[in-house]
């Protein structure tokens, strides 16, 4: 199923916060990296198992015939697709995704997935890729978990932004707000996660290659 561009934003609705989320959404935004999230893609049918509910991308108006590959996907089930006819850049492209996801949910009984959120250059290699995370998540008690590093333009310790594995319930509120355009929107978002308190946990998932998971 694909989509046109949503203006506005949808927060997710009301829920009972203490029930665990299940399963996870993979939402990416691809700018020009046709045989990347082709792969990112492949790779997410071919080592996740039930956990995986769904894909949702956006295409940032690109041309190098991503959205003819992304358009087919969609066409066979494989995704969701957001076709954006200009670049909306990467933090507003996430929130868009985000907010559709939001706009769909009821909320009923407490049911949500986590949201895995991921650059359109990762691939997953392992089939322990979504669960391991979410693990320690539910662990830590965490509703935003990534992969810490020291950010030098900020100097302090932000999460990357390769990988974000968010529980809506309690991270995507308009209290927090979306993720902005330019600068950091993922250590933006961060920092207002913390600002009201949403609890943060840090967790490892690369391995050797820097775009592998």
Request: proline share 6%.
């Amino acid at each position: 199923m694909s989509s046109q561009v949503r203006e506005g934003i949808s927060w997710w609705p009301s829920t009972d916060s203490s029930i665990e989320p299940s399963g996870v959404v993979v939402v990416s935004v691809n700018y020009n990296t046709k045989r990347l999230v082709s792969m990112l893609l492949w790779s997410l049918y071919r080592f996740l198992g039930p956990e995986l509910r769904s894909v949702v991308l956006v295409d940032n108006g690109s041309s190098d015939g991503s959205p003819e590959i992304l358009q087919a996907c969609a066409r066979a089930g494989l995704c969701e697709l957001i076709l954006n006819s200009t670049n909306r850049y990467h933090g507003p492209g996430m929130s868009q995704a985000l907010s559709h996801c939001a706009s769909r949910s009821t909320g009923a009984h407490g049911d949500r997935p986590w949201f895995w959120l991921l650059d359109s250059d990762c691939v997953v290699a392992r089939p322990d890729a979504a669960t391991e995370p979410m693990s320690a998540a539910k662990a830590a008690g965490a509703a935003l978990l990534g992969e810490a590093a020291w950010n030098r333009w900020h100097e302090e310790v932000r999460l990357r932004g390769y990988s974000l594995l968010m529980d809506p319930a309690r991270a995507w509120r308009p209290e927090i707000g979306p993720f902005v355009e330019g600068g950091d929107p993922v250590g933006d978002f961060e920092q207002s996660c913390r600002r009201v308190q949403v609890p943060i946990a840090t967790f490892h998932s690369r391995r050797a290659d820097s775009s592998c998971i």
